[in-house]
């Protein structure tokens, strides 16, 4: 399985952004999917939204309410739809996949992931 994220770039305060990550060659065997960020300057990556595999979602506080995590199994894709971004939601955005059982917390943890991209950037300017 491999993981293709896109849709990173450069956007104003207040502005969107849709993030897309396709997973190939398909997601068949994907049970639960997340987006990390990783800030400049930090080591540790940030979990950011999760989807489980009865559709159940998970946000980080600092992003409820402004981002959206969606699943298209028919397109092998899983979104990120990001709104009113601040310059604090800048950073290399990955996508994520676990295979097997995992529930909704387990999202939180790095470890729960089989499957990991290589990152799009984002960038939001003040």
């Known amino acids: 399985v491999q993981l293709q994220a896109s849709g990173g770039g450069l956007v104003q305060t207040g502005g969107s952004l849709r993030l897309s990550c396709l997973i190939s060659?398909?997601?068949?065997?994907?049970?639960?999917l997340g987006w990390y960020r990783q800030a400049p300057g930090k080591e540790e990556r940030e979990m950011v939204a999760g989807i489980g595999t009865g559709g159940a979602t998970t946000y980080a506080e600092s992003v409820k309410g402004r981002f959206t995590i969606t699943r298209d199994r028919a397109k092998n894709t899983v979104y990120l739809q990001m709104n009113s971004l601040q310059p604090e939601d800048t950073a290399v955005y990955f996508c994520?996949?676990?295979?097997?059982?995992?529930?909704?917390?387990?999202?939180?943890?790095?470890?729960?992931?089989?499957?990991w991209g290589p990152g799009t950037l984002v960038t939001v300017s003040s």
């Open positions: 060659p398909n997601d068949f065997y994907i049970t639960a």
């Open positions: 994520a996949a676990a295979k097997g059982r995992i529930i909704i917390s387990s999202l939180w943890a790095i470890a729960s992931y089989d499957y």
